[in-house]
C-alpha cells in the first residue's frame, strides 16, 4: 500500500528555473492537495483539486501552477523559482468532503539558491 | 474568517508528566477538528478526529465549543512523543492549519 508518493524528496534549484514536484495516489481519492510548510507558518494551502481537471487556489497560490489530468497525479510547478518558496511541499489526498482528514506525502525539500 | 491557534510554539515537558497542547479556532458553523503529529522529518500522520472521540497513544481532545477550544492531552507524556502537533480545522473539504506546537519530552 503505497498511498501517495511525491518525487524528489531533496531537489535544489537555481532562482528563475522552471521545477515540478510530482505527486501521485495509488487510490482514487478525489480530493489533493499542495501544501508548503514554514517555521511560524504552519502548513499552507497552494492549490488543490476537487477531481481531475478541477484545480483551484490556496491561501498562498501565487508563482504555482497545478494540474491534474489523471485522477491519481497532482503535479505542481513553480514556473520561476524564488528564494521565496525554499520550503518543505506536501501532497495530500481525501476521499470526499467528510471529515476524514488527509493521508500525506512524505514531501519535498526545496531550496532555491 | 476561519482561523486555528496554537499559541505555544514549544512546549517542554519530563517524562511521565502530563502534556497539554491548546488548540483554539474561530470557524462560523459546526467545526470539524483534527490533530496531526510530524515526527523528525516525517509526513504528517493522522492523531485524532474529534467525531471519532478515539483515544490514539493515550492522546485524547475534546471539543469545547463554548471556549472554541480542541486541546490535546496526555496524562503521561513519553519520549516516543517528542515531535511537532498541528491542530487542523476543516473548512468545505479543506484543511487550516495553526502554526504548530514542537514537544520535547526529556527523561
Known amino acids: 500500500d503505497a498511498g501517495i508518493t511525491q518525487s524528489p524528496r531533496y531537489k535544489i534549484t537555481e532562482t528563475g528555473r522552471q521545477v515540478t514536484l510530482m505527486c501521485h495516489q495509488t487510490?482514487?481519492?478525489?480530493?489533493m492537495f499542495w501544501y508548503r510548510q514554514d517555521l511560524g507558518h504552519g502548513l499552507r494551502l497552494i492549490y488543490y483539486?476537487?477531481?481531475?481537471?478541477?484545480?483551484d487556489k490556496g491561501e498562498v497560490p501565487d508563482g504555482y501552477v497545478v494540474s491534474r489530468s489523471k485522477t491519481e497525479n497532482f503535479p505542481l510547478t513553480l514556473e520561476s523559482a524564488t528564494r521565496s518558496q525554499t520550503s518543505v511541499y506536501f501532497c495530500?489526498?481525501?476521499?470526499?468532503?467528510?471529515?476524514?482528514?488527509?493521508?500525506f506525502g512524505s514531501g519535498t525539500r526545496l531550496t532555491v539558491v | 474568517a476561519q482561523r486555528v491557534t496554537q499559541p505555544e510554539k514549544l512546549l517542554s515537558v519530563f517524562k511521565g508528566a502530563p502534556v497539554e497542547l491548546k488548540c483554539n479556532y474561530s470557524?462560523?458553523?459546526?467545526?470539524?477538528l483534527f490533530w496531526y503529529v510530524q515526527y523528525s522529518r516525517q509526513r504528517l500522520q493522522l492523531l485524532l478526529r474529534?467525531?471519532s472521540r478515539e483515544s490514539i497513544k493515550g492522546f485524547t481532545a475534546d471539543l469545547n465549543k463554548g471556549e472554541t477550544s480542541f486541546h490535546l492531552k496526555k496524562p503521561f507524556a513519553q519520549e516516543e512523543d517528542s515531535a511537532m502537533y498541528y491542530c487542523?480545522?476543516?473548512?468545505?473539504?479543506?484543511?487550516?492549519f495553526g502554526a504548530g506546537t514542537q514537544v520535547v519530552v526529556t527523561p
Open positions: 474529534h467525531i
Open positions: 470557524y462560523s458553523g459546526s467545526p470539524e
Open positions: 495530500a489526498a481525501q476521499p470526499g468532503t467528510g471529515a476524514y482528514g488527509y493521508t
Open positions: 487510490w482514487s481519492h478525489s480530493y
Open positions: 487542523a480545522l476543516d473548512s468545505w473539504g479543506k484543511l487550516q
Open positions: 483539486s476537487a477531481a481531475a481537471d478541477i484545480t
